[in-house]
């Protein structure tokens, strides 16, 4: 693979030893780049993180496979320094490596290197290779790493629109900067007098934060501009805008480096549209695009452009996961627009257009999968990849950033798309609120026993097979996660509501003052989606109804008012899918879904594969052996032909990757 991978690829060469233990504090061998190429080497890699699990695995997989006499390369990872805290019996019998960032970046600081994501190693490593001649301190690696791996050289950021350009370049690929480097930049920018007026305290880490701060300016932009044009009525004094956002007043939003990212925020819905008096004035200049004028036409206006963004940034199939969880939003917002009411004059070129880039994105994504996903479970907790990093990630939180008290929401069913009907709700009816917007990827197949359990057992199904078909054992996994983690009964509750209720008895639960650990279930989703027969629209109208009748904004109110941090996130999505006959199969599934079948065994799954041959035996990746999933191909589904369903349980993009939320009250703002 060439670059810093080598040096620790160089070690494993297929048949040199069947167990190998690696001691890897910084998480290196984890990388997906570096466990692809293990995998197609022949190795397998296990993490050694809880020793009851790990002997698990290790004594019902892997023994059992040496003892029949097949060598397998396994190798043993353990994120920490040294190898001492494994199994003696490992440490005896196994090949033993050491990596660390240390060695890779002799000549940087390593406390400031640790604190990058291991996708931005690659950049870091070539420009060590180009510019880095002498060992460098903690704040010459910090400005190091800005200019050379970011882009940004704070020294030359000297009128407004360097400014823009670097914030906007930054949170319109949603990159994750360092805390210790977003200091430093602040710190340089501050020690030279620039921009004391700008929060860039808040605007500078805050992706949702940067974006408010653009939406405030827009009005003011649209009426000096108006002004411009002769019309001295439009605009208000300073105070009267009721600005959230401190700073300057005026952004030049219409600066050739500043322009392009405008257009293409509005169009991918991060900037809202405004009314103005002087639309029509302005609707044939460039800023039309964040004017609301003639709702079809504004609505032809974006979807065109939505469509050529995408089939522009469809990530290809050596693409790294964070492209894949960027592009979902995207794709979020044009299933939106697609099944909106002016959808309905939609030009049938159009429609069809939208279908051709729907089937590239399914066929592309299923690629994607079938090649890379196996190695997302293995990834590193923080940031969380799949639904169950989200458990450790929260004790991340809670033992390095001092959050004692901490909510998870997992809403049963919700897509992506349908999160940004209910965030169109909120931004309207309750702007209190604050969402900072990730994304993480569910387990295959998107079966609530599966992907749900996985969430509030903070591990792969595969550590829980006994349970697969069912969720009662939902309370139990919670409790024994947090319990390994050191808090007692009385510091952990787990709650199943339906949504539209409940709200005294998780009040009633939370009251209790050793309380600090929540896990919450919303079902309402769900149910939404099970009784749904109109469809993709269908859904975003019943969610935008709910969503307005304030369960959900009740529950976040209760919450926060305790003091709890709180994250939301959903254990699969849906599609709208149609029917492609219905399997006869009697007793012989585990599991009957629309969109997935679960067999014990791979002759009963082929029996039906052989009559559905666009259906996919799933491999049983981090699930038991005698899991085997068919899962139903493009946007079928097991139903008689003709019929269709809003269901889950496939590959699709829509079901795998939902949104992972951090929910906060904007200050100043009461509840």
């Known amino acids: ?132 001649s002498e060992s460098l301190g903690v704040g010459a690696t910090k400005d190091f790493i800005l200019r050379y791996v970011f882009g940004i050289a704070p020294e030359l950021i000297r009128e407004p629109e360097d400014l823009l350009r670097v914030l906007l370049r930054r949170h319109y690929r949603g990159q994750r900067v360092p805390r210790i480097l977003d200091e430093r930049f602040i710190q340089v920018l501050r020690s030279e007098g620039r921009f004391n007026d700008w929060p860039l305290e808040e605007i500078l880490p805050c992706r949702e934060a940067f974006f408010g701060f653009l939406q405030e300016r827009w009005r003011i932009f649209l009426d000096r ?37 405008v257009d293409t925020l509005f169009v991918e819905g991060h900037l809202a549209p405004i009314s103005h008096p002087e639309a029509y004035r302005l609707s044939d200049r460039w800023v039309a695009v964040g004017l609301k004028k003639d709702p079809v036409a504004d609505w032809r206006y974006r979807f065109v452009n939505l469509v050529t963004l995408i089939e522009n940034s469809l990530p290809q199939d050596n693409a790294r996961y964070q492209e894949w969880l960027a592009f979902a939003r995207r794709w979020a917002e044009l299933v939106i627009l697609r099944f909106e009411e002016s959808a309905a004059e939609i030009p049938v070129e159009v429609r069809e257009k939208y279908e051709v880039l729907c089937h590239r994105v399914d066929n592309t994504f299923l690629k994607w999968v079938q090649q890379r996903y196996g190695a997302l479970h293995s990834q590193p907790a923080i940031p969380p990849v799949m639904l169950h990093h989200i458990p450790r990630y929260l004790v991340h939180l809670r033992e390095k950033e001092a959050h004692k008290k901490i909510a998870l929401i997992v809403m049963d069913g919700l897509a992506f798309d349908q999160w940004l009907v209910m965030l169109e709700v909120f931004s309207e009816r309750w702007p209190q609120f604050r969402f900072h917007e990730h994304a993480v990827f569910a387990w295959i197949p998107t079966l609530t026993p599966v992907s749900r359990q996985a969430v509030f057992a903070g591990k792969p199904p595969l550590f829980f097979p006994g349970n697969l078909n069912a969720t009662d054992r939902e309370p139990l996994l919670w409790g024994r996660f947090w319990s390994d983690q050191g808090l007692g009964k009385d510091e952990v509750v787990y709650i199943n509501i339906v949504g539209n209720g409940d709200l005294d008895k998780v009040a009633e639960s939370i009251s209790y003052p050793k309380v600090s650990v929540v896990g919450l279930v919303v079902r309402k989703i769900d149910e939404i989606m099970h009784g749904m027969k109109l469809g993709t629209a269908g859904m975003h109208n019943q969610v935008r109804q709910w ?82 999933p068919l899962l139903a191909g493009g946007r079928s589904a097991f139903l008689n032909k003709g019929e269709k369903a809003v269901c889950h349980g496939g590959i699709s993009l829509e079901e795998v990757i939902v949104p992972f939320i951090y929910v906060e009250r904007i200050k100043g703002r009461a509840l």
Not at 240 to 251: D, K, N, Q
């Open 547 to 628: 969503t307005k009748t304030g369960s959900l904004r009740s529950l976040l109110e209760l919450l926060l008012k305790e003091g709890f941090m709180v994250y939301l996130t959903s254990d699969h999505g849906n599609l709208e899918a149609y029917g492609c006959g219905l399997p006869a199969e009697g007793a012989l599934a585990d599991h009957r879904g629309y969109r997935a079948r679960i067999y014990s065994t791979a002759v009963l799954r082929k029996r039906i594969k052989e009559k559905f041959p666009v259906a996919i035996e799933w491999a049983p990746n981090g699930l038991p052996d005698d899991y085997l």
């Open 225 to 261: 501009l108006a002004r411009a044009n002769g019309d001295d009525r439009i605009g208000e004094p300073e105070v009267a805008y009721g600005l959230r956002y401190a700073g300057p007043l005026y952004i030049p939003f219409d600066h050739d480096d500043v322009r392009p990212y």
């Open 1 to 132: 693979m060439g670059g810093w991978r080598d040096t620790l690829l160089k070690e494993f060469t297929p048949g040199v030893a069947r167990l190998t233990l690696v001691a890897d504090p910084d998480g290196l061998l984890m990388e997906e780049g570096i466990l692809q190429v293990l995998s197609e080497r022949g190795f397998e890699v296990l993490p050694f993180d809880d020793p009851v699990s790990f002997r698990f695995v290790y004594e019902s997989k892997y023994k059992p496979r040496w003892e029949r006499g097949e060598l397998t390369g396994l190798v043993v990872v353990i994120q920490a320094p040294d190898l001492r805290r494994l199994p003696y019996d490992l440490w005896q019998a196994g090949r033993k490596l050491s990596f660390s960032l240390a060695d890779i970046f002799p000549r940087l600081s390593y406390p400031v290197v640790a604190e990058l994501d291991r996708g931005e190693l690659d950049a870091l490593y070539n420009a060590c290779g180009k510019y880095c």
